[in-house]
């Protein structure tokens, strides 16, 4: 589909990568509806993308509260044309720690965010782009997850975060395959270390070390690169069922 004009559905969209895409999808001509647990953030957010935008309060665990944000933005919109899931927790932790075993409400809270959020919004999205007319090829929508490296290379302290990222990269395929009944495309794209509100906190030397890690470009990614990327997949119908790494090459180390 045309990057141009689009509708989309933004879970996490009051910052970071999410906020990111917002503003493309808006300086395309695009509407975004943003959902994010932060009001403080997505009223700010609002504001500075313009009448294109509206927030949502929504906490993804919920499943009746993503079907409500979802119909909101059917209503105001008319129709959605791109889900991008975006909300996420880092949930870091040893599953042996000197504190003992992790908690399992501790693991199962970052699956409930991470992956079961991601599905909360696929669903519910995709129930609304079947009533879509169709556009060429006949494609009605666009669900796009944000999984990460540590899907395939996580590291100590990772097991809840990785787990979790490795089921929305896995569940891409799967649901690729049912939607292609109702021109749905389903692709997730892993991110390796980006620069996101998460690591402006971090202390200088760290960052560096952090940016020593990626073989080229040795800097950690933009936001707006995520967002780039998520337009280059509205873009190409045939990527579908798959998850892109957007990386700068990197492989992490066990730690």
């Not at 906190?201 to 040795?218: A, C, D, Y």
């Not at 800097?219 to 990327?229: C, I, N, S, V």
């Amino acid at each position: 589909m045309k990057f141009e004009n689009l509708n989309a559905v933004i879970s996490g969209g009051a910052s970071g990568l999410g906020f990111a895409t917002a503003k493309r999808f808006v300086e395309a001509g695009g509407s975004v509806a943003l959902l994010d647990v932060n009001e403080e953030q997505g009223q700010a957010a609002v504001k500075e993308l313009g009448d294109k935008a509206i927030f949502v309060q929504t906490d993804v665990t919920s499943e009746e509260a993503v079907n409500g944000a979802v119909a909101q933005a059917v209503e105001k919109f008319g129709r959605i044309d791109v889900a991008v899931a975006c909300a996420g927790i880092i949930g870091a932790g040893k599953v042996l720690s000197r504190k003992g075993p992790m908690p399992s409400d501790f693991f199962a809270k970052v699956i409930s965010v991470n992956l079961v959020g991601t599905f909360n919004l696929f669903k519910a999205a995709a129930e609304k782009m079947a009533e879509n007319e169709a556009r060429e090829d006949g494609e009605r929508g666009l669900l796009v997850s944000t999984a990460s490296v540590a899907a395939f290379e996580g590291q100590i302290g990772q097991a809840a975060y990785s787990a979790s990222k490795g089921g929305v990269s896995s569940m891409m395929l799967p649901m690729a395959r049912e939607f292609s009944k109702i021109g749905v495309r389903a692709v997730s794209i892993a991110p390796g270390i980006f620069y996101t509100p998460m690591m402006e906190g971090l202390p200088e030397e760290v960052q560096e070390s952090l940016n020593k890690q990626i073989p080229f470009p040795s800097r950690m990614g933009k936001p707006e690169e995520f967002g780039q990327m998520v337009e280059a997949v509205c873009e190409n119908i045939n990527l579908n069922g798959t998850t892109i790494r957007l990386d700068g090459g990197i492989r992490m180390q066990a730690k």
